[in-house]
């Protein structure tokens, strides 16, 4: 697998000529939408003064406007848009994860399977819609991995039936083969109990999550402060979580400064990764040959199928059984 810093030269280098013409498209497409956005912003202003001059409109109108306004508006930029994402996932994100690995396949309108969502147990609430993109899946060293960005949502209605959606979990969710068969399943959470309530209130509702399996207390300080474990099987969760891979995820927690969440279940382990946006999506207010924009890209894709390399995926730790 390439470096990181294989990778940033091959960003620069090989796909320069190609980041001018996106460059350039970003640009017009810029001016375009900030054009599109005035005209729109004025057009709905209209609206909305012809309407208030009227007897008809109340606070929940003028609250539904809004949301048209700003559903329009996403909308709206989303159709403008298009074509230039489609170009730049085209003629960057592909190169660039075949540049990493040629045994990987990149497909940007597809995500991975929702029911990796419900088996890798890492979330107890099933979702009601799930979206996502810049499908991912081959091998790194000979271990089958996929990832994608995943968006989960749960449907809710408020008494007078209107409806919202909650964000169960947004971000890149990534499945990698593992090097033994489990019996039981281990899930390891973000600790938020113990930061936000201290130890002792911590550790009590960590052990009355009704909608967990046991809690399991590891013998690492570090790795409490960071996590909490609940698995089905306390000599299995140990036997899995050495010293050694529990310092790898503490290694690969502090690499991507986001909330893990992980699970090893079905001879797979299972890692989502919190994040509010499309990881791949390209910037149009930012350019691309900015060092700090190209490196999103590139530290990101090298994070998630760094994840092989990171917690030595390819060594035979375990022998399978």
Known sequence: MKGLSELTDFYYKTLFPTLQKLEEDRKKLQKRIITIGVIYTLFALVILISLTSSNYVNFDFIIFLAFAYFGGGSFLYKYLIKDYTKEFKANVIDPLIKEIDSELHYVAQMHVAEQHFSRSKLFTTKPDRVSGNDYVRGKIDGINIEFSDFHAEKRHRDSKGRTSWNTLFQGLFIISEFNKN???????????????????????????????????????????????????????????????????????????????????????????????????????????????????????????????EELKLNQKLWSKQ
Do not use: C
């Open 182 to 308: 489990f019996k039981g399943t281990t899930v390891i959470l973000p600790d938020s109990a113990e930061s936000t309530f201290g130890s002792f209130i911590g550790s009590w509702l960590q052990s009355n999550n009704f909608g967990r399996d046991e809690l399991i207390k590891m013998d690492s300080v570090a790795f409490e402060k960071e996590f909490v474990v609940y698995g089905t099987d306390q000599i299995e969760a140990r036997y899995i979580l050495t010293p050694l891979l529990m310092q790898k995820l503490l290694n690969y927690k502090k690499r991507t400064k986001k909330k893990l969440f992980i699970s090893f279940t079905s001879k797979k382990l299972y890692i989502a990764i919190a994040y509010n946006k499309d990881l791949f999506e390209p910037s149009v207010f930012h350019s691309l040959l900015k060092y700090k924009i190209a490196m999103e890209y590139v530290e990101t894709l090298h994070l998630a199928i760094g994840i092989v």
